[in-house]
Structures are given as C-alpha cells and as structure tokens.
C-alpha cells in the first residue's frame, strides 16, 4: 500500500500522501474482522450522503428504496445499506460496528459479509411477500435493520453469556438473550397488529435468520469451502 500511495503522481499534495501512508497504516493494524465491518459502514455512510443530495433523489428512490410494487428486485439488496435520515444510519451503524466486529471476528470477513448481505436480502424478501396480507403495510422501505438483527441473533448464539445496556440506561446491564428475546416479541406483535413505526416483520425475519444460520449454516458454508478447496486443487 505504501509503494502505490508513493507511486502517485507528483501533482498530488505531500501531506495528502503523508495522511494516506499514516491511515494505511492504521487500517492495515486492524483486524480483517473489524476492515468488513468498517467497510460495511463507509458504504452505508457513503449511500446516506448520497440521500442528502436533492439532485440524486430519484435515483436513490429507485435504486436504493425497496418497493414491493416495482417489480424490482435487486432493490433488496441495495435497501439494505440504504438510510435518508440520520438517526436511522446512526442507530443502525453503532449497532453493526458493536456487534458485528465479534462476530466478523469469530467468523471472519469471507463467512461475515456473506452472512450480512444473506440477511439483508432474506429479511427485505419476507417483508415482501408477508406485505401483501396486510395490504396496508406494502410501502416501501429501507435500512440495514434486518441484516442487523441478523447480527444481533448471531451475537446471541456465539455469545450468549455477554450483556448489552440501553442507550438511555446504559448504568443496567441486560442479557443479551432476555434483550433478544425482548426484541423480537416487539416485532412479532408489531408485525402481527400492523404497526407501521419500523419495519417488524424484516426485523423478525432478520433476527431468526440469524439464530438459524448459526445453527445450520456455518456447517455448510464449512461444507461449501471445503468443496471450493478440493475443486482447485483437482483443477491444479
């Protein structure tokens, strides 16, 4: 990395070179775990800047917005780094970088990012097809919410002896299993009597995904790594 910022052309400033060299550093000093996590933020950072520019609002609209009624799909994936306002980025970003760096750790970056964007996409699909019972409820959404409480499911299998505290009590300690367990049983009532404050069944959806992959999925996606090795070593 040093040699590339080094190998920059002459009309590019010194101390822009010096400040490159100084974070490469510090970036490379971290864990892989804590780089995919970091990463997953800038670019959540990156769309939530792009929703404050009145000019890109109907490309963010439809790009970057799921709507059931669109007939797009690839939306799902790209909602789920989607937020227009800030307390919803905030939230959701100090969520994933407490979270998910312990468990992007434990996993590491490969397992991580796939499990992260696996949850985006599942929780924004079951908001897609359950909405329709409820017509009321098929608007359209975004956020990282759902893959979040992926996360937070996955927090609670990997780490289910740990405790959280409330931003607004942070002085009382809860279990992460009675915070978990408390979090979904909100979403289920919400998704079950229609509120419309948040989005309760991707969070519900997200949440489960979360604990059923740490159940099952980590023994296939080990199955599936191992097949990837054995076949590049047959094609050697």
């Known amino acids: 990395m040093v040699r590339r910022i080094a190998r920059l052309p002459d009309w590019v400033p010194y101390e822009l070179k010096r400040t490159a060299v ?47 009624s669109s ?13 227009s306002e800030l307390w919803h980025f905030a939230f959701n970003s100090i969520a994933l970088v407490s979270f998910g760096i312990p468990v992007a750790n434990a996993m590491g970056a490969e397992q991580f990012t796939a499990f ?30 759902g893959a979040v409480y992926g996360v937070l499911g996955a927090t609670m299998m990997m780490f289910p002896n740990s405790h959280v505290a409330l931003i607004f009590l942070p002085f009382i300690p ?12 909100y979403d289920f009532a919400g998704a079950v009597l229609g509120w419309k404050t948040f989005g309760h069944i991707a969070h519900l959806s ?24 054995s076949y590049r070593q047959s094609t050697k």
Not at 31 to 53: D, H, K, L, P
Not at 174 to 185: D, E, G, R, W, Y
Request: aromatic letters at 14%.
């Open 206 to 229: 997200g949440g489960l995904y979360g604990v059923g992959y740490l159940k099952y999925g980590t023994d296939y996606w080990k199955s599936l790594v191992n097949k990837v090795i």
């Open 174 to 185: 809860i279990s992460i299993s009675h915070a978990f367990t408390a979090l979904l049983a």
């Open 71 to 83: 007939g797009l799909s690839y939306t799902m994936l790209t909602s789920s780094f989607s937020h």
């Open 22 to 68: 100084a974070f490469s550093g510090t970036w490379y000093q971290l864990s892989r775990g804590e780089r995919c996590v970091y990463t997953i933020a800038a670019v959540n950072a990156v769309v939530f800047g792009m929703w404050q520019i009145p000019r890109l609002l109907p490309f963010m609209t439809r790009s970057f917005l799921h709507n059931p």
């Open 116 to 145: 992260y964007l696996s949850a985006g996409v599942l929780s924004s699909l079951a908001s897609h097809l359950l909405a329709p019972l409820r017509p009321a409820l098929i608007l359209p959404s975004l956020g990282a919410s």
